[in-house]
């Protein structure tokens, strides 16, 4: 069998699919493989025909076809799928061969993996692809990590395949090591999560708060796409707002409101409990999509319980803006918590991101994709070592043109009984992050009383831990120091 294949797939979903066709649109000889093998002759004979793709119906087909070192990427379901096809891949592999996962698996899985591949004298690549079904056709944004000697050999294709920008930069680079690629990608999927509530809630305040019509709105986001807040997913609210149903009546208004989610949401949401970062504005996202799914507990309530009438009167042009203007200012926070989070797995697993990388690699192809990212890049590109997005010059001085607006939407949400989760968090956020003093000392002394779990003062140096027996009745033993 005459190896010819530059790389093989296995997983013929639609996204594997549209990956292959794209990395065949560049030239790339990929060998199809799926479980089910009859799809593979399916879509050799539809999709794929009259392409030089090449179909698979054994994996031992499928490893003879492919030029070494043997790249194999598996787009499967996450989980226990890929733990199986990469047991049934290493005996049929060779030192130096690659195994890639291009699902949405949890990064610790792709730690665990990566190490374990490494043991078999193989490489291994976890990398997270976004654009969804289009991206993965036409260009989306790829996030590799792994084992480091794995990417020379699999840059070609990625970085041929991926989106472009700025005249032809490819939105696809190396994140780093083991889990790395995986883990940005997670926290892509969390910002996603905070955009599209964020969205959802401008939506919400003009649909209940101004009684605003989808083709009222329609423009109104249309506008909102020509300057600061471009991005993909303002121009497909503004697709979805315009589009009618067959009766000519515009279909967002017949869906149904509950909420799904895959899981990446919370996976973001653990990781930031357990390396201790405030991801606040994601979490209520995620939230959110809960609340969304209790909606026979939210009809009966509706009935019971009552709050005052949402109509918000004055200018309904000026609130508009004002919810512009709150809807940017929170896209800042979401942005400067998701890369919080980047920078302390970046110092707990030891990894070295380029956190202007990232930021151009989610430029185009991806669903966060905005000329937004581009000043984030700036930033990071003037100062590598920034600790807050929100203290960069040019963020800083667009929150504070926004932030009387952003109070103002915020308290007449709040006046109107309409929930916005994700902008109040934004804004308690924001208001807690430039305090230089919170009620901490209270809750320390709360937990001192009741725990002996000490404290440190105001009037000691940093690092030096107190205990008071504040009943008098105790004694003057600590229980444990408190973590910061």
């Known amino acids: 069998m005459q190896a010819t294949a530059d790389i093989a797939v296995i997983g013929l979903a639609v996204m594997g699919q549209n990956l292959i066709l794209n990395m065949n649109d560049h030239g790339f000889t990929v060998a199809a493989f799926n479980r089910t093998v009859s799809k593979v002759d399916d879509f050799l004979n539809n999709e794929a025909k009259g392409t030089r793709i090449v179909g698979a119906h054994s994996m031992e087909e499928m490893v003879g076809l492919l030029k070494r070192p043997r790249r194999v990427m598996l787009m499967v379901k996450a989980g226990q799928a890929v733990d199986e096809f990469i047991e049934l891949l290493i005996p049929r592999l060779e030192p130096g061969d690659i195994i890639i996962d291009g699902g949405n698996s949890l990064f610790e899985d792709t730690m665990r993996r990566t190490k374990y591949v490494e043991s078999k004298g193989l490489l291994y690549i976890g990398t997270g692809v976004s654009g969804g079904e289009e991206g993965a056709r036409r260009g989306p944004s790829i996030m590799p990590g ?4 794995a990417w020379p050999h699999v840059k070609p294709i990625f970085q041929a395949i991926a989106a472009k920008v700025d005249n032809g930069a490819p939105c696809c680079d190396w994140v780093g090591e083991n889990g790395a690629g995986h883990f940005v990608k997670m926290v892509h999927n969390g910002i996603e999560y905070g955009d599209m509530q964020l969205i959802c809630e401008a939506y919400q305040l003009m649909k209940v708060g101004l009684g605003m019509t989808a083709d009222e709105m329609h ?10 807040l471009n991005s993909y997913l303002i121009e497909i609210t503004r697709d979805i707002l315009a589009y009618k149903d067959t009766d000519g009546q515009p279909l967002v208004d017949k869906i149904l409101d509950t909420a799904g989610q895959k899981g990446t949401g919370k996976w973001t949401v653990i990781s930031s409990q357990e390396l201790g970062i405030p991801i606040t504005l994601i979490a209520e996202a995620v939230y959110a999509r809960c609340v969304s799914a209790l909606k026979d507990q939210r009809v009966a309530a509706s009935r019971k319980l009552k709050g005052p009438r949402p109509a918000i009167s004055g200018d309904r042009q000026k609130f508009v803006e004002d919810i512009r203007k709150a809807l940017y200012a929170s896209k800042i926070v979401s942005y400067a918590q998701g890369y919080m989070l980047m920078r302390a797995a970046a110092q707990q697993y030891k990894w070295n991101l380029n956190y202007g990388g990232i930021a151009l690699m989610w430029r185009g192809g991806c669903i966060i994709r905005s000329v937004f990212l581009g000043k984030i890049k700036e930033a990071f590109d003037n100062n590598p070592k920034l600790a807050n ?7 800083k001085q667009a929150i504070k043109d926004s932030h009387r607006s952003w109070r103002n939407v915020v308290a007449t949400a709040v006046k109107k009984g309409i929930p916005v989760p994700a902008f109040s968090s934004a804004l308690a956020f924001f208001d807690g992050f430039r305090s230089a003093v919170l009620p901490a000392n209270l809750l320390q002394a709360q ?10 003062r105001v009037d000691q140096p940093r690092g030096q831990f107190f205990h008071t027996n504040w009943t008098g009745r105790g004694g003057t033993t600590a229980s444990s120091t408190y973590t910061v």
């Not at 792994?146 to 000697?149: I, K, L, Q, R, V």
């Not at 997005?389 to 963020?395: E, G, N, S």
């Open 146 to 149: 792994g084992s480091p000697a």
């Open 219 to 228: 423009p109104v986001f249309a506008q909102w796409y020509e300057g600061e």
């Open 389 to 395: 997005l929100m203290l960069d010059p040019f963020f």
């Open 447 to 456: 937990r001192d009383y009741f725990g002996a779990h000490t404290y440190e």
